[in-house]
Each structure stands twice: as C-alpha cells, then as structure tokens.
C-alpha cells in the first residue's frame, strides 16, 4: 500500500506522542498539517514562524527519529508556514522553508539536521543573551486567596475567581473582569487566580502580565516586525491574566492584535482573566468590538470593604506578622479608614513601625495620630447624596424634585449637574450614578455629562452654575 503524507505523518505522531508530555503534544503537534509526500520529503504546514522555530529548537531530534523510522535515512521535511493576515485579509500568508533555513525561499527538500542552531525565540519575555525558553508566569506567589479575606464586598468577585481556578476555561466566566476602586485587591485577585491554576495544573502556561508592559512589548514588535510572533506567542498561553486594560484606552493598534490574540485564547478554550478600574461601560476610547468581547463572561466588581471585612483584614495582617494588638485598636483603625485595603494595611504598619521605632507602646492616642496623617493625607471623597443636596440647596429646590421625571428645563438643568459632579467627584460608575439619582441607566448620566460640557463651553449663566457648585463641593 502507497504511503501518503497523512498516513506517514499520523504514524510520526504515534511515536511522537509516547516519548513527551501530554500538554506539550496538545500545543506543538496537534496544529500540524501533513501537506504533500513527495521523493521522500514530507512537507507540513505550521502556524507561524515562532512554532516553527520552537519546534527546531525543542523537537528537532524527535522528529528526525520519527520520520527516520517511517521514511528510512533518506527522509526530508519541510515546513510550510500559513497563517491567516490578522488585518482581516481573507487571503492566507503561506512561506516554505525547509528545516535548515531561517528566511523565506522557493519549497526545496532540506534534510534535518541533527545539530540546530536557531536564533533566540520570540518570547517578549526573554532578557536578550541569555537563553531561557521557559515561559515564566510573572506571578507573584505570595498573593493568595488564603490571604484574600471574603466579604460582602467582594464574595461574588472571589467566588467567580475560585470557579475559574479550578476549571481554567471551562465555566461560563471566562473572560472573568475584576474591576473597582483603587487599593481593594483587583491585582492581588488576579494573582490568587493564577497561582491557584499554577498549583492546581503545572502542565499549563499561566502568563500574568500589565496592560501597559503588554503594549509596550507590542510596540517593540512593530519596530522589529515582529507581530505575528508577538501574537502567536500570546496564542500559545493556557491562562492570560491582564491587569489594568483600562490602559488600552485610545491605543488602536494594541486594542486590535490584543483582539485576535482574545478570540483565538476564547475560541480554544483557553482562560482570560482581566482587572480594571471601571467596568466595561464606563470604559473610553476602547473598541465596540473589545467591549462586547469583555461582557461575554461575568463582569465582577469589588466594593469598599464593610466594617466587618476591614476588621477581618487587620487582625489578620497582624497574625501574619506576629503582632498581638488590642481589639479595641484595630476597631478604632477600621471605623476610620474606610476608602481601601491598601490604606488599611499601610495606616496598621505604620502603627507598627512606630511604636517599634520610637520604642513605645501601642496605644489609641498613637493609633489616633496615625489615623488622622492617613485621613489628612487623603482626599476626601465627596458621596454622590452630599452632592445631590448641594445642587439641590444650590436651586432652592428637595432632592425628590430633583430626583423626579419632570422636564421641566432647570429641574432637567440641576439634574444633570448632579450627575455630571457625581462623575467628577466620585470613583461610582455611571450605572450607580443613574441609579442613585433618578434610578436612570448609565446612557443618560453619559448625555447629561456631555450637555453640562457644551452649555459650560457656550452659555455664560451655566458656566456660572457649574463654577459656584465646583466651590461648594472642593471646600
């Protein structure tokens, strides 16, 4: 019976797939295409330049056993790189090269060599010089979700957090979006996530990395005409954890390969975790099509920590560190610090540092002092309640007119200058601002902040409005 190229090539993956690891397998033969047999030479289409070369580098050996076995000594193999153009192009980019070659040339048979020297590997992580083709995960492990403390605050996101570790690509949370304030544990969450599936699943490749070292490594790419490889490297990850893509605002170029790089990781079952201060609607200068791609998971947003919680969270940083402290302390730290965890945890070590340093006991006078450099040091952050009763008092008119479904023009007027201070003055996204003022959706809070800017900019009455509010709210 007359060999074929899928016969010879199914009979090298047999043999393949008992001499390495499952995982390795599943990532760097799984995608090959057996192409043509022809004299003896066996040409296979791989996806990009990067694959190629990571199997010249890693694999070369292996698949010389294997097609030695099937085709005898004098067996060849070429590659045929075909990937589709990420600009949308239907037309696919297709290069032959044979396995000794680096650049592109006419398909010729090239027999495999047993001694490779390939160039360095396109892994945007690889400090130049030196060799370390491990991917490593950039997570920090001492962010746990054993030292994540469950609240109110943040139950769901936590909850949604531990599902996904524990089946990376396999709920219906994927992407998983953290978002919320400054200081409340998004990075930290993120971290958790991926540690856990690093523990859970070492064969998988779990990438931590920020938006803004992300768009950086990009544009290196570019410069270097690199991005296919760039993004083939991306495609190859298990679990992407992206912290802060609000970054990505106004970034096109960034936005649209870290679209292909979402849709192949979600298309392939593979995790995406990302964390941003805002949630996807309050989100600008990013792509519709981003955006959508953002909501087709769960969106989970972390809260200021209740007393409870802040509590919880003290007491615990002190067992950590070995340090007994009175209840009563602790409660006076937690009632007074309210904004975020990150605060908490610096107003309790400087407590610490101190009464260590200055060799005195810890006490609620000291406790007092620290509390109020903290809250001093804090910009207070006007509630969107105290604004609506400023615009309120400002037009000699109750919150519940205000509030109401009149359109009478300067109750609409006062309306949207709330609304538009509650955006300026507060971290609460859009939705929460409609909601808390009139029970209206995020698009109106949207409009109204867009008519306050025009009128400002053309009628010298509102400008007056918007300047006599804006001293009221900064005292």
Same mark, same amino acid.
């Given at each position: 019976m007359s060999k074929t190229a899928k016969s010879v090539w199914n009979n090298c993956l047999l043999f393949i797939k008992d001499n390495i690891q499952p995982q390795a397998y599943k %990532?760097?033969?799984?995608?090959?295409?057996?192409?043509?047999?022809?004299?003896?030479?066996?040409?296979i289409q791989v996806p990009s330049k990067f694959f190629y070369e990571w199997l010249e580098e890693h694999y070369v050996k292996i698949l010389k056993v294997a097609l030695t076995k099937e085709l005898g000594e004098t067996a060849k193999l070429v590659y045929i790189i075909k990937m589709e153009n990420t600009y949308g192009n239907k037309q696919p980019f297709t290069e032959k090269i044979p396995s000794s070659h680096r650049t592109a040339v006419k398909s010729q048979d090239v027999d495999i060599p047993l001694n490779n020297k390939s160039r360095e590997l396109k892994n945007p992580f690889i400090i130049p010089g030196i060799r370390n083709v491990k991917i490593e995960s950039q997570l920090n492990p001492n962010y746990?979700?054993?030292? #994540?403390?469950?609240?109110?605050? @943040?139950?769901?996101?936590r909850s949604a957090g531990l599902a996904v570790a524990s089946k990376p690509g396999g709920t219906s949370f994927n992407p998983l979006l953290i978002f919320g304030h400054v200081g409340l544990g998004k990075t930290h969450l993120a971290h958790a996530i991926g540690v856990d599936i690093k523990d859970k699943y070492p064969e998988k490749t779990v990438l931590y990395i920020s938006a803004e070292k992300f768009t950086q490594q990009y544009i290196e790419a570019v410069k270097k005409n690199n991005r296919n490889d760039f993004i083939h490297f991306y495609q190859i990850i298990d679990v992407l954890i992206i912290d802060d893509v609000q970054f990505l605002s106004g970034k096109s170029g960034t936005q649209d390969v870290f679209f292909h790089i979402f849709n192949h990781l979600h298309q392939n079952g593979k995790q995406v975790v990302l964390t941003s201060d805002k949630a996807p609607v309050d989100m600008q200068d990013i792509e519709q099509r981003l955006l959508s791609r953002f909501k087709w998971g769960l969106s989970a947003e972390?809260? @200021?920590?209740? #007393?409870?919680t802040r509590v919880s969270i003290l007491k615990n940083k002190l067992y950590r560190d070995g340090v007994v402290m009175p209840d009563d302390?602790?409660?006076?730290? &937690?009632? @007074?610090?309210?904004? @975020?965890?990150?605060?908490?945890?610096?107003?309790?070590?400087?407590?610490?540092? /101190?009464?260590? #340093?200055?060799?005195?006991?810890? %006490?609620?006078?000291? &406790?007092r002092v620290i509390v109020e450099k903290f809250v001093k040091n804090t910009k207070r952050e006007v509630s969107i309640d105290y604004i609506q009763k400023v615009v309120s008092d400002y037009f000699q008119m109750d919150i519940e007119t205000l /509030?109401?479904?009149?359109?009478?023009?300067?109750?609409? /007027?006062?309306?949207?200058?709330?609304?538009?201070?509650?955006?300026?003055? %507060?971290?609460?996204?859009?939705?929460?601002?409609?909601? /808390?003022?009139?029970?209206?959706?995020?698009?109106?809070v949207l409009h109204a902040c867009k008519t306050v800017d025009n009128l400002s900019s053309t009628d010298k009455q509102f400008r007056k409005y918007v300047e006599d509010i804006t001293k009221k709210l900064s005292v």
């Open positions: %990532t760097w033969f799984e995608p090959i295409v057996a192409v043509k047999l022809t004299d003896n030479a066996l040409s746990s979700f054993e030292n #994540f403390l469950e609240g109110d605050s @943040n139950r769901l996101a972390l809260h @200021n920590p209740d #007393f409870e302390i602790v409660d006076y730290i &937690a009632k @007074n610090i309210k904004s @975020n965890v990150r605060e908490l945890e610096g107003a309790i070590i400087s407590l610490i540092a /101190q009464a260590s #340093f200055n060799k005195k006991e810890v %006490t609620i006078d000291l &406790a /509030q109401s479904k009149t359109r009478k023009r300067h109750i609409v /007027q006062a309306r949207q200058l709330a609304m538009f201070f509650a955006k300026k003055f %507060t971290k609460a996204s859009l939705a929460s601002i409609g909601s /808390q003022i009139g029970k209206r959706d995020h698009a109106t």
